[in-house]
């Protein structure tokens, strides 16, 4: 394993397949906290050998996660470094000299087994009770069984040849762990057609470029011994650093009903957060406490404390459980620490996007939601809540959606009774000159507290719906402030009796 004086090295290297998702972020997350926090270099490096599954439009939707969340990587794509290309795609060369370099030392070898003979390998192995997997048929073949094998016109695929022990290592999350060495048995590294396998690259990759410190997912723990093995080979054969890396695997994330979240779960969906409305600080910071804390139960905190604090000890063993209202609080609490202006610069793409604004909006329209933005950020969870809150101050202006009531809030306020409480506040409305929050809440009350001996829960609730549309909105009479004296009198009067 790496020294204290070794500088740490760590990796975060993806499968360019679909929608990258929560727990591939997650791990992303904690690999650079780890390098920041321990002063070394990030690695982001491209896993697409396999081609059927990757796709351009995979990797650029993964380059642009990461800068959401505000992850720099020290070397890799669009920045290049020292042990590049960083698309195993493009490092053929590299697999290939290492390929020949294992072969020569008889580190591998050629097997020529169909896979039905595999699968009935596997179904005596069960008949038996005894371990599962490839019993090493081919390992010793002589020349004139390889050719034997080759003139019936059989493919081979590569293996590598396993030493015969016991397999230990001091894992940085769940501490010392033991295989025995039946347990695992010769693997693929090289399909029938050529290509190498994810056995191959991703270990030759880790040495070749020198990376110290390995922190995956938990379903990767079962091949550390065959990683640990052919990492192994490669310093005999000179390949690398000459040093082993550090392994660390993190827990899994459960889903509803503590199931693995995958990425056909719709919460794993790291897109459904940015039009949710969701901030890089929020999300962060809740992905950051899938496994981990900082301690003294502190769960608000920013992405440079997070690499201050991080020590992969403090990884939890146990599953992290994905809990969606928590996000949306802690998300919640990071809208109302961003100051106004800030806050208001980064709700106006929401309301572009739903058509509250149009696509350019004036600067009088973003001055108007930069004075109403301290109304709603308190009721606030995610930044595609204000175009329900904010809509009706824009309704009816030039680019925008027209306002509409909500058909479900108008049957609740907005029956005989509703419509005769926004008739009298009407009125009494009507000889008011200040146009004020003061005078406004003032006028209201007397009119329709005092005079009709209303519950302010039915005095204003239908007022509210008559001027906002909506039951739930920011509070009114600063909403009746802000739209003004004229169309808050014309949308009463348009529900008035």
Known sequence: MSDANTKVRARFCPSPTGDPHVGMLRTALFNWAFARHNGGTLVFRIEDTDAERDSEESYQALLDSLRWIGIDWDEGPEIGGDFGPYRQSERGAVYQDVLAKLAEASKTYKCYCTADELAAERDLARKEGRVSGYSGRCRDLSDEERAAFEAEGRTHVIRFRMPEQDWIWNDLVRGEMTVAGEQVPDFVLVRPNGDPLYTLVNPVD??????????????????????????????????????????????????????????R??????????????????????????????????????????????????????????????????????????????????????????????????????????????????????????????????????????????????????????????????????????????????????TLIDGLELKPRVAFGAVRVAITGRRVSPPLFESMELLGRERSMERLAAVAQ
Not at 231 to 257: K, R, T, W
Not at 338 to 364: C, F, H, N, S, W
């Open 206 to 263: 880790d040495a070749v470029m020198e990376i110290t410190h390995v922190l995956r997912g938990e379903d990767l723990l079962s091949s550390t011994p065959r990683q640990l093995a052919l990492h192994g080979a490669l310093i005999e054969l000179g390949v690398g650093s000459g040093a082993m890396p550090e392994f660390g695997h993190l827990p899994y994330v459960m889903g509803e009903g503590n199931k693995k979240l995958s990425k």
């Open 265 to 446: 779960d719709p919460e794993a969906s790291f897109s459904h957060y940015i039009d949710a409305g969701f901030l890089p600080e929020g999300f962060v910071n809740y992905l950051a406490l899938l496994g981990w804390s900082p301690g003294n139960d502190v769960e608000f905190f920013s992405r440079e404390e997070l690499a201050r604090d991080f020590e992969i000890s403090k990884v939890n063993v146990s599953p992290a459980r994905f809990d969606l209202k928590k996000a949306t609080a802690i998300n919640g609490d990071w809208i109302r620490a961003l100051p106004v202006d800030e806050l208001a610069d980064r709700i106006v793409p929401y309301l572009v996007k739903d058509g509250v604004l149009p696509a350019e909006p004036t600067e009088q329209q973003r001055s108007m939601v930069r004075v109403a933005t301290p109304l709603i950020s308190e009721r606030m969870e995610t930044l595609g809540q204000a175009s329900g809150m904010l809509g009706f101050l824009f309704a009816g202006e030039p680019g925008c959606r027209p306002f509409e009531i909500d058909p479900d809030d108008a049957a609740k306020m907005l029956d005989d009774e509703g419509r005769a409480v926004v008739t009298a506040a009407m009125k009494g409305l009507e000889t008011m000159q200040d146009w004020s929050t003061e005078s406004i809440e003032s006028n209201l009350r007397q």
